[in-house]
T-cell receptor, first 112, second 111 residues
Framework: KAGVTQTPRYLIKTRGQQVTLSCSPI?????VSWYQQTPGQGLQFLFE???????NKGNFPGRFSGRQFSNSRSEMNVSTLELGDSALYLC???????????FGSGTRLTVV | EDKVVQSPLSLVVHEGDTVTLNCSYE??????LLWYKQEKKAPTFLFML????IEKKSGRLSSILDKKELFSILNITATQTGDSAIYLC???????????FGAGTILRVKS
C-alpha cells in the first residue's frame, strides 16, 4: 500500500512570505502529526490532527497552523516566514493512539 | 516535563563492530518506546517496545526496554556501512499521537 506522501519535496521562499505543505496519510489512517526537524533542535512536535480536529499542539507560534480534510489529508501553513523556519518538515500518520507511526519523506523548506 | 534523552550523540565505529545506543525517558503514563532509523529524510520504523525485559530482534538489530530503570538500548551487531544513520528514540505522550524525540545518535560506520 502507498506510504505517507508529502508535497512538495523542496521549497525555497523569501522572508515574509507564507507557505503551505501537504501530507497524504496511509489509506485508513485518521491521525496526522507534523514535526519540524532542525540540526539544533532535533525533531519537534508541531500539531496532530485526528478526524479533522486538532488533538494536540506543540509550542510553536501562531504563525504555524494546520488543518485536516475529510479524506484525512492534512495541510500545514506557515505565515510571515522567518529565516529560522528553514527546516525539514515531516508528517507522520497513524491508525490511532499508539498504533505505530509512519513518516513521510518530508518537505525541505529553505527561507532566504 | 516529559523528555527523552539519547546517548551518545555521535559514534564512529569500524565495520564489524557491535554498538549499543542508549535511550532514557521520563514520560507520564508511559505507553511505549519507539526506535527509528533516519538516513536521508523519512525516519523508518525499527521497533516499538511496550513490555519490560522482552528483547525484540530484526536481523542484526535488537532492542530491549527496562521500565523500572526507564531506559532502552538498541544494539547493532556486525555493523555495516549501510548502518550509518541517525538513530532516533521517541515516546508517545499520555494522550494522542504526539511523539517526544530524543536528540538522536549519529552513527558512522567506517569501512
Amino acid at each position: 500500500k502507498a506510504g505517507v506522501t508529502q508535497t512538495p519535496r523542496y521549497l525555497i521562499k523569501t522572508r515574509g512570505q507564507q507557505v503551505t505543505l501537504s501530507c497524504s496519510p496511509i489509506s485508513g489512517h485518521r491521525s496526522v502529526s507534523w514535526y519540524q526537524q532542525t540540526p539544533g533542535q532535533g525533531l519537534q512536535f508541531l500539531f496532530e490532527y485526528f478526524s479533522e480536529t486538532q488533538r494536540n499542539k506543540g509550542n510553536f507560534p501562531g504563525r504555524f497552523s494546520g488543518r485536516q480534510f475529510s479524506n484525512s489529508r492534512s495541510e500545514m501553513n506557515v505565515s510571515t516566514l522567518e529565516l529560522g523556519d528553514s527546516a525539514l518538515y515531516l508528517c507522520a500518520s497513524s491508525l490511532d493512539q499508539g498504533r505505530g507511526y509512519t513518516f513521510g519523506s518530508g518537505t525541505r523548506l529553505t527561507v532566504v | 516535563e516529559d523528555k527523552v534523552v539519547q546517548s551518545p550523540l555521535s559514534l564512529v565505529v569500524h565495520e564489524g563492530d557491535t554498538v549499543t545506543l542508549n535511550c532514557s525517558y521520563e514520560v507520564t503514563n508511559f505507553r511505549s518506546l519507539l526506535w527509528y532509523k533516519q538516513e536521508k529524510k523519512a525516519p523508518t520504523f525499527l521497533f516499538m517496545l511496550t513490555s519490560s525485559g522482552i528483547e525484540k530482534k530484526s536481523g542484526r538489530l535488537s532492542s530491549i526496554l527496562d521500565k523500572k530503570e526507564l531506559f532502552s538500548i538498541l544494539n547493532i551487531t556486525a555493523t555495516q556501512t549501510g548502518d550509518s544513520a541517525i538513530y532516533l528514540c521517541a515516546a508517545p505522550m499520555e494522550y494522542g499521537n504526539k511523539l517526544v524525540f530524543g536528540a538522536g545518535t549519529i552513527l558512522r560506520v567506517k569501512s
